[in-house]
């Protein structure tokens, strides 16, 4: 098996007592390799270890309860009636829908919140994810689009949500791309340095990071206004098979 991070190849093996080291299926002492603090797990997982940047992939966690949580985007917020579309068109319904399709049996509810910024998902985290084996991230849009916003802020807000998720699997989705005009001026010009410090966190964490950005980035079609920030039905469409397949690259179904 190949890493989903640095594409070499992985051992299989367990976390062992306390979750501290990884032993490899040899069973060998002298072959069992310390944790850093952030990648230790449940011990006793199985799953697949990697030597060169210390990944655990984990075949026990594969969530039958995902958490979709997230702004506007994520709740599919019609812009032309300022209301919320239908739920089953939203991306987190259309990923169940395709999962289940393949015969998975998963459920992704909807955590979506209009107008959220990082500081409230950070606030509201055990709250709305709660019970959830897995959870999809996906704030930043408000924040970003705001001049008194700072990248600080930001980073302290993201970093205290992965600390309060611990283990369990999420996946980080970078801020959607937006259209020039959104927001102020300066707004657009944000997007790469905020979704490097979203990724440098998740490096640091544990956290698969997921560009949506190859997927979104001056495709107006996907948009429903004017300048281009919120989805459409065919964006909503669009952004679960981003999601469908950076939760497959990263071993969460």
Known sequence: MKCPWCGREMRKGRLGEEASYWRPETGRQDDCVPLPRERQGRAGSVGWYCPFCLRVVAEAAKPALITAFGDSNTRYWLSATQEPGPPEQAWPALVEKALRAEGRRVRVVNEGWPGGETSFAKAQFERRTLGAGGVILAFGTND?????????????????????NGHRPMLVLSILWFDRGYGFLGSQDRLAVWNGIARELCEAYGAPFWDTGPWFERQLQYYGDCPAHHLNAAGQERMAQAVLEGLRAHHFV
């Open 144 to 164: 970003i689009k705001r001049p008194e916003a700072t990248a600080e802020a930001y980073r302290a807000d993201l970093e205290g949500i992965l600390k309060r």
